[in-house]
């Protein structure tokens, strides 16, 4: 299993947008979809929405859609994550996961990961 | 919205034992799409198990899944000191596109 790489950690002020970077090693694959999943402290992980950057396809969980925008620069081979109107029930380690495609369909698992960008959100 | 509910929530176990941990579905679940992750403190986690008994890339064989519909089950046999651990049971759901994870049992050494 790879480890994706992510930017670095974020204190950000409540109301404020953060956005995060994930760089998987060789790029973004036609054959993989890239993920968004947080962790808040003591909590299990929680998915938030991915991107198939071959189709350029989105997909976010009901909770956070209208807050949270996920794009992927085939240029650069980096995904981004971003989540606006910050609060502080948003403080958690996000990460990104990468998940294979079976022909044109989503896999349904995450078989890397990165290593994680805490995200503090506080006044 | 499928929940997943896993049991027990924290398994005490010694080096050496066998490790069964349960993961139940509110409905029933293609189990083509049904895995398992293992947490260890400060690192993300790893892909144990897909497919409910597909061992992922460079996991060892002491890893079993098995499962159908509701019930699935997740065994480590011969506990070795590095699977001490949180333990994640997740599913995907297509239409529309949904992952939900259960909320972890911890496996503690004894």
């Known amino acids: 299993q790879v480890q994706l790489e992510q930017s670095g950690a974020e204190v950000k002020q409540p109301g404020s947008s953060v956005k995060v970077s994930c760089r998987p090693p060789?790029?973004?694959?036609?054959?993989?979809?890239l993920n968004w999943v947080r962790q808040a402290p003591g909590q299990g992980p929680e998915w938030m929405g991915g991107i198939i950057p071959v189709f350029g396809t989105t997909n976010y969980a009901q909770k956070l859609r209208g807050r949270i925008t996920i794009t992927a620069d085939r240029s650069t081979g980096t995904a981004y994550m971003e989540l606006s109107s910050l609060r502080s029930e948003d403080t958690a380690i996000y990460y990104c996961?990468?998940?294979?495609?079976?022909?044109?369909?989503?896999?349904?698992?995450?078989?890397?990961w990165g290593q994680g960008t805490l995200v503090t959100v506080s006044s | 919205e499928i929940v997943l509910t896993q049991s027990p929530g924290t398994l005490s176990l010694s080096p050496g034992e066998r490790a069964t941990l349960s993961c139940r579905a509110s409905?029933?679940?293609?189990?083509?799409?049904l895995a398992w992750y293992q947490q260890k403190p400060g690192q993300a986690p790893r892909l144990l198990v897909y497919g409910t008994s597909n061992r992922a890339t460079g996991i060892a064989d002491r890893f079993s899944g098995r499962g159908s519909g509701t019930d699935f089950t997740l065994t480590i046999t011969r506990l070795e000191p590095e699977d001490f651990a949180v333990y994640y049971c997740q599913h995907y759901g297509s239409s529309p596109p949904m992952y939900t994870f259960g909320q972890g049992t911890k496996l503690e050494n004894k």
């Open positions: 996961a990468r998940e294979p495609l079976w022909f044109r369909d989503l896999s349904g698992h995450f078989e890397d």
């Open positions: 060789g790029g973004l694959l036609n054959s993989k979809a």
């Open positions: 409905q029933t679940i293609r189990s083509e799409y």
